[in-house]
């Protein structure tokens, strides 16, 4: 069975990732506006019938942004854990609540033909999930909101042959830049997002046998740019002795366009 990844788009205006197979696909997260994701869907040959469903991270606007017209005009299912759902859910967010649907963490459960299994992450928001998407022996992690990677999220991530990570900041960038202190430090804290050093060190210690891709995600507009975040994984990989000699492929996602189409089964 096949196994496609595109992002649609990923940063700090917005998030959105396709996951899919021959027959069917899903979404992580609805940040950008449902015109956006048809649109990009269609660009791609992609019919919205085929989208079973949309699994949400968290409950921040850049996350959700198109998920209210995704369940009232298409009828999308929606799913994450209960606390995201109560964090989500107001009377100023109309989510057609017939598509809500419930999910617990650490448990698999099966949808478009994926084993899917939600973990906890430390973010900001009231909870913060990442997601383990299985095919066979093909294995997507996407982990694109967190301060630091903890016991829990660690092996999903170590099992990955395609994992799409943040790698938010550059520490000189964010350091000199022009954001309150206030803002520094929760970008930087433990609850906040992780910055290219954090990720490139973190990736340099897993073993890279079974690891495919790497995406970087989640790029801030004001205190990153591709080309650090790039720079600063392969020098870091590169100071703990891994040449990854074309075995592992590198890609920056973008802020407001589709990547290519990775295909990890033909």
């Not at 990923?10 to 979404?27: A, T, V």
Request: contains cysteine.
């Amino acid at each position: 069975m096949k196994l496609n990844f595109c992002s649609l788009s990923s940063g700090s205006s917005g998030n959105c990732y396709y996951i899919g197979n021959e027959f069917y696909g899903i979404l992580i997260d609805a940040g950008i506006s449902a015109t956006s994701i048809r649109k990009f869907l269609r660009d791609m040959n992609i019919s919205m019938q085929t989208i079973m469903g949309v699994m949400i991270t968290h409950n921040h606007s850049d996350h959700i942004k198109g998920l209210e017209v995704l369940t009232r005009k298409n009828r999308l299912p929606a799913f994450t854990t209960q606390k995201v759902w109560e964090s989500i859910v107001s009377p100023g967010m109309k989510i057609s609540r017939d598509c809500i649907r419930e999910i617990p963490l650490q448990q698999k459960f099966h949808l478009a033909g994926f084993d899917i299994e939600a973990f906890p992450v430390f973010h900001d928001a009231p909870e913060t999930i990442g997601y383990h998407i299985c095919s066979g022996n093909k294995k997507i992690t996407i982990v694109t909101d967190l301060g630091h990677i903890c016991q829990t999220s660690a092996p999903y991530i170590k099992e990955a042959n395609l994992l799409v990570i943040e790698s938010n900041y550059d520490e000189q960038m964010l350091l000199n830049g022009r954001y309150p202190y206030y803002l520094k430090k929760r970008i930087q804290s433990d609850n906040g997002h992780l910055g290219n050093l954090q990720t490139s060190t973190f990736l340099a210690d897993i073993d890279h046998e079974n690891l495919s891709y790497i995406c970087l995600a989640h790029l801030s507009k004001n205190n990153n740019t591709p080309e650090k975040a790039l720079e600063t994984l392969k020098r870091t990989l590169s100071e703990k002795g891994i040449n990854l000699n074309g075995q592992q492929r590198i890609s920056i996602l973008n802020r407001n366009t589709p990547s290519e189409m990775i295909r990890l089964v033909e």
